[in-house]
């Protein structure tokens, strides 16, 4: 339990500014959660416009273009 939430926002702020981006590790982390997501059967999608049409009427309410 976090009895502290400012002292860890500090600390997330602080982390952030001084911890610097590595591509290739961030690419291999991407890529752990893609096979993890396949294991699970969430990847590769079976129906890849299942639910297209919600999303089509979204983009319409927000009046943004929309590309799949």
């Known amino acids: 339990m976090i009895k502290n939430q400012r002292l860890i926002e500090e600390f997330e702020k602080e982390y952030k500014q001084n911890e610097k981006s590595d591509y290739f590790s961030n690419l291999r982390i991407f890529e752990a959660l893609y096979e993890e997501a396949c294991s699970f059967g ?3 999608l079976k129906d890849p416009l299942e639910g297209i049409e ?3 009427r979204f983009a ?3 009046n943004v ?3 799949p």
């Open 54 to 56: 919600e999303k089509v």
């Open 42 to 44: 969430i990847f590769p």
């Open 60 to 62: 319409k309410a927000l």
């Open 65 to 67: 273009s929309f590309t």
